[in-house]
């Protein structure tokens, strides 16, 4: 080997080394927290790009998009986000869902704010890349003039508002009630005691139970159910030129933020009530080394080989006065159980 090629050799080895600014940003990724708010963040990001393209495509293109479409949009979105942050933060997408995990037990409270923030940057991130992307056929839409209402309003692309017919309290129980059933069918499908979703099909599961909310009961209120989904977008487009006529109209903005809470806490509690509670837990096989039911009989382990459990047993012949002798005990059986409560 010449001297050139051991020289470029090394300098080879020295450019794979990574620097200590790398391993430190390595060591920072690998924080949960951090995985977790990244996972939260890119998840919610493929979901609102795909679900606000489809919503774009239905306002702005007369032959393009469809209530339908934007409901496929939505629900392939999900299923997507579930498969891109599921094994590290859950893929929860939406606050309301967070909350209710944190206040049922299942995600500590600490890890609330964690995933919140998560989500709100990836859905106002996603709303900026959506604006521009379709922003030439935004302004020829609406003629260069961001509106809120009317023939060519176009902040309806971003956030949902209210239709005519609906008032502000009519379309609060609506909320509630959608993103109550939204919830109560998530623990359905994903617990484990009763009869979740196959292995490797939850994602699609989820996907296809958005788009059967949103075409059994989205015309009212356009089923916002997730605060994640509705406040930054609506918050992008009161910074990119449409104004706090955003937060205005209708004073309808913190509906979706409350009601979508409320409505996923109750639909949990529901179903933990009705469900969750009426579901018998099946018996375990202990297995420390000796453990003890009613009456202090003892439980030996399914592992113990049974001339041990003979050997030991026998040796108990006398009391330890050694007079009064002691009735031999039958061994035991190596597979018992004990119900857990």
């Given at each position: ?97 967070t909350f209710t995990n944190c206040a049922l037990g299942h995600l500590s ?85 009763n009869n979740p979703a196959l292995p490797g099909t939850q994602a699609v ?137």
């Amino acid at each position: 080997m010449t001297q050139a090629d051991k020289k470029k050799r090394s300098t080879c080895k020295a450019k794979m080394i990574p620097s200590p600014v790398v391993i430190r940003m390595q060591a920072i990724l690998q924080k949960e927290m951090v995985r977790e708010f990244l996972a939260e963040l890119m998840s919610t990001f493929v979901m609102m790009v795909f679900g606000l393209g489809s919503v774009a495509h239905m306002v702005l293109g007369e032959n393009f998009g469809s209530f339908l479409g934007v409901n496929l949009g939505f629900g392939f979105g999900v299923a997507i986000g579930v498969h891109v942050a599921g094994k590290v933060s859950g893929a929860h997408m939406n606050a309301a869902v967070t909350f209710t995990n944190c206040a049922l037990g299942h995600l500590s409270w600490k890890k609330f704010p964690v995933y919140v923030l998560g989500q709100f940057v990836g859905s106002f991130l996603a709303a900026a890349s959506i604006y521009g992307i379709f922003y030439a056929a935004i302004m020829n839409y609406s003629g260069g003039n961001l509106t809120v209402t009317g023939p060519v309003a176009t902040a309806n692309i971003f956030a949902t508002y209210l239709p005519e017919y609906m008032t502000l309290w009519r379309g609060f129980l609506d909320e509630v009630f959608v993103t109550g059933i939204l919830q109560l069918c998530l623990l359905a499908i994903t617990d484990k005691r009763n009869n979740p979703a196959l292995p490797g099909t939850q994602a699609v599961v989820i996907g296809i139970l958005i788009v059967v909310i949103g075409v059994s009961l989205g015309m009212n209120t356009g089923y916002a159910i997730n605060p994640s989904r509705d406040l930054p977008p609506r918050f992008f487009t009161f910074i990119a030129g449409w104004g706090t006529e955003v937060f205005r109209d209708k004073n309808w903005w913190w509906v979706p933020v409350v009601a979508p809470v409320l409505g996923a806490y109750l639909g949990g509690i529901i179903y933990v009530v009705f469900i969750g509670f009426t579901i018998p837990r099946e018996p375990q096989i202990l297995e420390n080394p000796v453990e003890y039911e009613d009456h202090q009989t003892p439980v030996l382990p399914k592992t113990m080989p049974h001339h041990t459990v003979n050997a030991s047993l026998a040796s108990v012949s006398v009391s330890l006065d050694n007079r009064t002798p002691v009735q031999p005990v039958s061994p035991l059986s190596d597979n018992i159980q004990v119900q857990q409560f």
